[in-house]
């Protein structure tokens, strides 16, 4: 693709209100006081299955300041579904308000509203709950017992269709192998717990919900639904969003704080505690994996079957789609003839699971890429080597949804990345530190793609609408959601690009359902790839109407009149200019006609976006401690818009793969279904001093439809970390431990084993 | 209970609660909602405010502590219209994603510098091991503080 000098796309331009950030001015959802505002505490269950059948309320509503006392006698008993997205959306329909029949410890059983936080929290305190208690059954072999608890009415098990490419159980090659791999629950951490306001006007009747959200077009279908209000008189504006990494993708507390305001005509806020954040908000699936595969004895591979079982915890909710979307995220990578995906959910009596960064990305790669690692290792090939066999090439089909996998460079990312890790060096070096010593060392690789869109799972669009203002600025509504990692400045980028003006001129409002088009959601890290191109189109189609003011103004025809920095001017006339404002003006006055464009795009095509991680570890042999020496990410993003913030992504990806490959674990007592962490006293997370100062390389070949050529970042920065550090510390121990997390116990129980082992060979 | 105190340079002198949190007398009472609450027990450092000199978490600090002390928040860092330099290096080495930690950190790496305003590497990662960032921006925040302490170097 030829390369442009852009005047702001591809610039490290830092992020949009990065100055309201840093003095503290900016409002993010808990921050949005209101005088006479009440506030919403919610009470915990104390039992991890059973029946609420009294609720004693009288001692909360002696305390002062308390205006309402919800619990499941006196709530609707409509079902709604957090994770439904949009209103044609089918979904499991598990949830209530409150429900009698309770489902895992800690699930709401009361809420308090009052007009101090510290009045709700001591009402809530003073309810008194009776219960039933069941059998409940809180791990997932207990669940599928034959004569488990049912947790549903429909059952405790879903069994997702088979994805399924060629014959995996007909074809045949010289090997087999087997792996398993597991991934524990972590919490996604969002720094920002949930926050939502909401506001009931009692003279209009119309709702308006504040919230840091993903999806707010989603969640008002899901509120006027459980209402029973038009959808027009629901209004969901979102807030700055302090972190999501997919907890805020659904639609959690929403409900209650709409249902309050509604309920005392009043204004109401609800913000989670952080041990509410990891309870009662959704964690990431704890899920086993079973991978099979056949492969020729020069390493081309013939097929991979993988067989998942996901928890979701109490509540189906997005699990069952979860679980389908991973199976088809299994040809993203490689060249496979046959492949065979079965997916099984399972709900058990523990806190929800849910929607995480990468949806399934990260389960399915961690699968296969743990698999492959071995396989290589089987066949004594490099890892590297190994994949360069099988990679995608430029679009060839994705098997799974039968587009191509778009204008992709897997072996570049593999062929770049090896050289600027001096992949092979270190792995000599490596194994030769490796003869003696309490440090073992080791590196270790990864692949991964994702998607750029939701096409072909359902069509994908985007809107936008942008305003020339009568001072020639412009104002583009579209319905974005940053998740804090610098959308709206590609937006603002884009339009200013596009547009020829400074990029101070531009303004790019986030979503609120009363003004914006429609739009799906920030997920499926589709907002670059097709709001980016919505926002593109719409001010070139923009400027072409101003282009035809102009040549009204300018007595001319729209083909003669040039355009550049912002002003108009007749070819054969370059001294007369006319600028935007003067364009705008005349078109208001003269013409009585508002420069404004609105513009819809529909994606044909989901681009992948290959990503390889490579990794150095050193592992302490006394205390079991993995510190990460170094890391190199290489993603091919078709054009990086903001390099600065997608470099800062791959960071956010290191950051948590580290946690998920080596620490982070939210572990449930399997006797009584407890959380057993909901602080961060006892959750690591890699700090400033565990992260190194990574490298990342772009590969910017251009998308075709992309804007100016970009693809994704988001979510797939994460996706290739954890099986590239599983493999460096395996490389560094000589083991295979694919049972995440790699925590210092873990590692300190396998190099016993080993030791075992080797006193047994002697 | 009437304590005197300065908030970002300026005396003041108020009836509080002495036994309400610090974090929630800035928010609630100073009306600063520029520190932010992470997790209510001083593990993930959002909340971090200077008070006398010394980072603290204010999540686990009492309002009566405030009494005759100095309190700096994030809103006090801007001085007349004028960034600190750490603010200016933050938006310049791109150190802020969602925002939320961003406070906290920029208190913990304030506080460092007017300790030691030539820090190494080592003890500006030590400065804000306690402060978590799940945008996972340490590398650019480092870098952030490190040119700030630069800047001032040179002034």
Known sequence: ?762 | MIINFTVNGKSVSMDVMPQKRLLDFIREDLLLTGTKEGCAEGECGACTVILNKKAVHSCLTMTGQLDGGELMTVEGLEKDGELDVLQKMFIKKSAVQCGFCTSGMLMSAKALLMENPHPTQEEIKRAIAGNICRCGGYREIKEAVASAAEMEKEE
């Open chain 1, 1 to 762: 693709m030829q390369q442009k000098e852009y005047r702001y796309v591809g610039k490290s331009l830092s992020n949009d209100n990065a100055y309201g950030k840093v003095t503290g001015a900016v409002q993010y959802c808990g921050d949005m006081m209101a005088p006479g505002m009440l506030h919403i505490k919610i009470k915990a269950g104390e039992i991890a299955h059973g029946r609420v059948i009294g609720a004693d309320t009288s001692g909360a509503w002696k305390v002062p300041g308390v205006k309402a006392v919800y619990t499941c006698f006196n709530t609707p008993d409509t079902l709604y579904d957090r994770g439904r997205v949009a209103s044609y959306e089918t979904a499991p329909f598990q949830e209530r308000l409150f429900d009698s029949h309770i489902r895992y410890m800690g699930e709401r059983v009361a809420a308090v509203v009052a007009d101090t936080v510290e009045h709700a929290q001591e009402a809530c305190r003073k309810i008194k709950i009776e219960y039933e208690t069941y059998p409940a059954a809180v791990t997932v072999e207990e669940a599928l017992r034959e004569d488990a608890p049912k947790i549903h009415e429909e059952g405790n098990v879903y069994e997702a269709e088979p994805a399924v490419y060629g014959d995996y159980q007909s074809c045949s090659a010289q090997y087999v192998h087997r792996s398993r791999s597991h991934l524990g629950r972590i919490t996604h951490l969002s720094m920002e717990t949930y926050a939502v306001k909401a506001r009931y006007e009692k003279g209009s009747g119309k709702l308006t919900v504040w919230t840091g959200c993903q999806t707010a077009f989603g969640i008002r279908s899901t509120l006027g639904d459980f209402l029973d209000m038009p959808y027009s008189k629901v209004r969901v504006v979102k807030t700055t969003m302090g972190g999501s990494f997919g907890c805020k993708q659904e639609t959690v507390i929403e409900p209650l704080a709409a249902y309050a305001a509604k309920d005392l005509k009043a204004d109401v806020m609800v913000v989670y505690t952080r041990e509410e954040q990891i309870n009662n908000a959704m964690l990431k699936h704890s899920v086993d994996l079973e991978v099979e595969s056949k492969v020729h004895g020069d390493g081309t591979i013939e097929g991979m079957q993988i067989k998942a079982v996901l928890d979701a915890g109490a509540y189906l909710t997005v699990s069952p789609s979860y679980c389908s979307v991973m199976g088809g995220k299994l040809g993203k990578v490689y060249r496979i003839p046959h492949l065979r995906y079965e997916g099984t959910v399972v709900c058990t009596n523990t806190a929800v699971n849910g929607s995480f960064r990468s949806w399934g990305s990260g389960e399915i790669v961690l699968a296969y890429e743990n698999h492959w690692n071995q396989v290589a290792e089987e066949l004594n090939m490099d890892p590297i080597d190994f994949r360069l066999k099988n990679v995608h090439q430029a679009y060839d089909l994705e098997p799974m949804h039968r587009v191509t996998v778009g204008n992709t460079y897997f072996h570049e990312c593999l062929i770049k990345g090896r050289e600027a890790f001096q992949w092979d060096q270190r792995k000599k070096k490596c194994a030769e530190k490796n003869k003696n010593g309490r440090y073992r060392y080791g590196v270790g690789m990864a692949l991964a793609s994702h998607t750029s869109s939701k096409y072909p799972y359902s069509s994908d669009m985007g809107n936008a609408l942008a305003r020339i203002q009568d001072d020639g600025s412009l104002i583009v509504h579209v319905g974005i959601h940053d998740h804090g990692c610098g959308t709206v400045m590609a937006m603002r980028k884009i339009a200013a690009e596009i547009m020829e003006i400074d990029l101070e001129q531009v303004e790019v409002t986030e979503i609120d359902t009363s003004v914006d088009l429609y739009d799906y959601g920030c997920y499926a890290s589709r907002t670059i790839y097709i709001l980016g191109q919505a926002v593109k189109k719409c001010c070139e189609d923009l400027l072409e109407k101003a282009r035809q003011m102009a040549a009204c103004k300018l007595d001319s025809r729209a083909s003669l009149i040039k355009y550049e920095n912002g002003e108009f001017y007749k070819e054969d006339e370059p001294n007369e200019r006319l600028s935007l404002k003067e364009t705008a003006k005349y078109a208001i006055r003269v013409k009585g006609e508002d420069l404004y464009m609105a513009a819809s795009v529909r994606s044909k095509e989901n681009p992948g976006v290959p990503s390889a991680h490579f990794t150095q570890v050193k592992v302490d042999t006394y205390s079991g401690m993995v510190e990460v020496e170094d890391c190199l990410s290489v993603h091919d993003v078709g054009k990086a818009l903001n390099p600065d913030l997608c470099v800062g992504q791959v960071g956010s990806g290191i950051q948590q793969g580290m946690g998920i490959a080596l620490c982070e674990e939210i572990k449930i007592d399997p006797k009584t279904g407890r959380t057993l962490i909901t602080n961060f006293k006892n959750y690591e997370v890699a700090n400033a001093v565990d992260v190194p100062d990574y490298q990342a390389l772009f590969i910017e070949e251009g998308d075709e439809y992309g804007p100016f050529g970009a693809k994704s970042i988001g979510e797939v920065v994460v996706v290739p970390v954890p099986p590239a550090l599983v493999a460096a510390v395996n490389n560094a121990l000589g083991t295979r431990l694919t049972h995440l997390p790699l925590t210092p116990s873990v590692i300190l129980e396998a190099i016993e084993r080993q030791q075992e082992e080797k006193s047994h060979d002697h």
